[in-house]
């Protein structure tokens, strides 16, 4: 591989950042999409030294892109003295391109948009072959000899730190072959890549599992490389799979970046598509496409970042039984205050419910402290039907309503029936129920779950801040539970209502002095619903 050195010649080369760039480890340039970077030195394909202001690093290369005009004139020059395509500067690589002779030169003019349109084919094609290199290192380099080593790694370690990184592997190949057969090598701006990615839309789903695994991944081998065993270990691996110098964590990190680049780099070959292309609309829905899986993909992480106050929360609740909640759930989708009904008893009651994904919890406040609340039951959404009720005498229960609704279970006779105070509220409770729906159906399609380890490290979390902050969740005479969120409005995500009766949700302390608990209003901004 040519080594590449950009030469100012007493100008300056100047790279725009294309996405953020998050450090890994010291020495490396944190930026943002959009700054403006001084490249310094590019010696190495893949990672840049470059400067904003006064701090300088490394940083990917391919997470920027040379300006095409530079204010002052730039040359390109390698050791061998032989320029290297304009694209694959661009990209942040060296390699010989196929077609080099028909690519920009720095400090040219754009003339034709279909010469822009082949930069972009020529880029995604580079770092897709680049891409399926880490992943064949990441596999090959780290995983497989992982696998080798009994003594230090076990199963669930293995799971941890690599996820389903070989799925991913196996899904690039396969998505790269499809690419090389529409890349037309002669003119690549004739090049058809949008059904490519249509065609493999469902596949792309595989990064979620990754992404949501990654934090865990960087916190189990912060853990092992406080041994020097291991330190030594994924550094032998690294040089007997002759893999660029960077640690193991930062190859990892290389399908996170990629699922979100996607986005970047069709909207850039959408801007350089004419609407009469061939390859116009379906560049489109591609675009489409993998913004909403990039989209959801941060949805998930979202979640996943929001276990642990579930957790938490099911800890405040007195007398609790049966499973956690977290073996089946991910999401507070709506909560609030209801009168309740259920045959063949008849009695009305007043509880507080819960609505998570896939259950919703029944809690009863405290006839004296009205912020704590005991554990009365659950029921599984997956079993019941939700029926709108009319006002007036309800047949099935021969009393009258207002602002009813009914969950009839499908495989008994079964009801329940919930009345609302005021009709806005029940509206609320209705949308509420639809989206938990939709939001399991989505859950199943990708097969988003969570993982017994990410369960245990939020029982960890629970138990540790019992330890550290007992007087919140060891529950005595003197001690008192956190109270419950204000019910989130389904009508208008982001906002949050409180209903008749109820009051915004405090911690108390033993001593008299009361302050509103960062628990609850942090429980309290899950985000239920979108858009």
């Not at 080099?100 to 720095?106: A, F, G, H, P, V």
């Not at 998505?175 to 037309?184: A, I, P, S, T, W």
Request: proline share 4%.
């Amino acid at each position: 591989m040519a080594k590449m050195f950009l030469i100012s010649g007493g100008s300056i080369v100047s790279a725009e950042a294309v996405w953020d760039h998050v450090t890994m480890a010291d020495r490396e340039l944190a930026f943002k999409a959009g700054d403006v970077i001084k490249v310094l030195d590019a010696s190495n394909k893949d990672w840049w030294w470059g400067q904003i202001d006064d701090e300088e690093g490394w940083f990917p290369a391919s997470f920027v892109r040379l300006w095409v005009n530079q204010e002052e004139s730039t040359t390109v020059e390698t050791v061998e003295g032989a320029s290297p395509s304009p694209s694959e500067v661009q990209n942040g690589h060296a390699e010989a391109s196929p077609s080099s002779s028909d690519c920009l030169c720095l400090g040219q003019t754009v003339q034709n948009r279909d010469q822009m349109r082949a930069n972009v084919i020529n880029e995604i094609m580079s770092t897709e072959r680049h891409y399926i290199k880490h992943l064949k290192d990441i596999c090959e380099g780290y995983f497989r000899q992982c696998k080798k080593r009994r003594d230090m790694f076990n199963d669930d370690q293995l799971r941890v730190i690599f996820g389903n990184i070989e799925d991913i592997y196996r899904f690039q190949m396969g998505f790269v072959r499809d690419l090389e057969k529409q890349y037309n090598t002669e003119e690549p701006h004739l090049s058809e890549i949008g059904p490519c990615f249509l065609e493999h839309q469902d596949g792309f789903w595989i990064y979620s599992e990754y992404c949501n695994n990654h934090v865990d991944a960087c916190m189990e081998l912060s853990r092992l490389m406080k041994d020097g065993r291991y330190q030594h270990f994924f550094e032998a691996c690294r040089l007997v799979q002759q893999m660029i110098d960077i640690a193991i964590d930062g190859f990892l990190l290389t399908p996170v970046q990629k699922i979100c680049k996607y986005p970047l780099q069709l909207a850039e070959l959408l801007k350089y598509t004419v609407q009469e292309h061939s390859d116009y609309r379906y560049v489109a829905a591609a675009l489409a496409v993998m913004r909403n899986v990039t989209q959801q993909i941060n949805e998930r992480k979202r979640r996943l970042e929001n276990i642990d106050k579930i957790a938490q929360w099911q800890a405040s609740v007195l007398d609790w039984e049966g499973d956690d909640i977290l073996d089946r759930s991910t999401e507070l989708v709506y909560t609030g205050e209801m009168s309740w009904i259920y045959q063949p008893y008849g009695r009305s009651q007043t509880r507080v419910f819960f609505l998570f994904d896939h259950q919703m919890v029944l809690c009863k406040k405290d006839l004296i402290r009205r912020d704590i609340l005991y554990y009365k039951g659950r029921m599984d959404m997956d079993r019941y039907n939700l029926v709108d009720a009319v006002d007036g005498r309800d047949d099935d229960f021969n009393v009258s309503v207002k602002n009813a609704f009914k969950l009839s279970n499908k495989d008994s006779d079964e009801i329940h029936i919930f009345l609302a105070k005021k009709l806005e509220e029940k509206l609320r409770w209705l949308k509420a129920f639809h989206e938990e729906r939709k939001m399991v159906q989505e859950d199943e399609k990708i097969g988003f779950e969570i993982s017994e380890y990410q369960k245990r490290q939020a029982a960890m979390t629970v138990r540790r801040m019992t330890k550290q902050k007992g007087k919140f969740f060891v529950f005595s005479h003197r001690s008192v539970p956190p109270g419950y969120p204000p019910p989130m409005d389904p009508m208008n995500p982001g906002q949050y209502l409180v209903g008749d009766g109820m009051e915004q949700s405090e911690f108390e302390f033993p001593e008299p002095e009361r302050c509103k608990s960062p628990f609850w209003q942090s429980f309290s901004r899950l985000t239920p619903f979108r858009k």
